[in-house]
């Protein structure tokens, strides 16, 4: 069984910056890619970033770009989303995913398999 937490969402002001991690149980964690959506009131969950398994290749939203930065720890079975320069329409809920086996993580939703079930993320203007 695979399962993902996340954590360090919260209240931030804009221009602030926020670090969400997710810990993620099993022993293959670094064979698989990694990625981080979000979901903000009213609207569909959207891809933000995502890292691939070997840890070489990393994608972003163009919304993100610049200003988030996505890392993995495998040691700790984790993966990081560094967010900087936050901006009110950044709030969401978000969310870690783990993707396939050996895989870059792109893709979309579609090849994301387990989910954790969310930080909130605000802010603030």
């Known amino acids: 069984q695979v399962s993902l937490v996340e954590s360090g969402g919260g209240l931030v002001q804009a221009g602030g910056s926020l670090r969400l991690s997710c810990a993620v149980s099993?022993?293959?964690?670094?064979?698989?890619?990694m990625g981080w959506f979000r979901q903000a009131p009213g609207k569909e969950r959207e891809f933000v970033a995502a890292?691939?398994?070997?840890?070489?290749?990393?994608y972003y939203a163009d919304s993100v770009k610049g200003r988030f930065t996505i890392s993995r720890d495998n040691a700790k079975n984790t993966v990081y989303l560094q967010m900087n320069s936050l901006k009110p329409e950044d709030t969401a809920v978000y969310y870690c995913a783990r993707g396939r086996q050996y895989d870059s993580g792109r893709g979309g939703e579609r090849v994301y398999g387990y989910w954790g079930q969310g930080t909130q993320v605000t802010v603030s203007a």
């Open positions: 890292i691939a398994w070997n840890g070489i290749g990393t």
């Open positions: 099993g022993r293959t964690f670094s064979d698989y890619a």
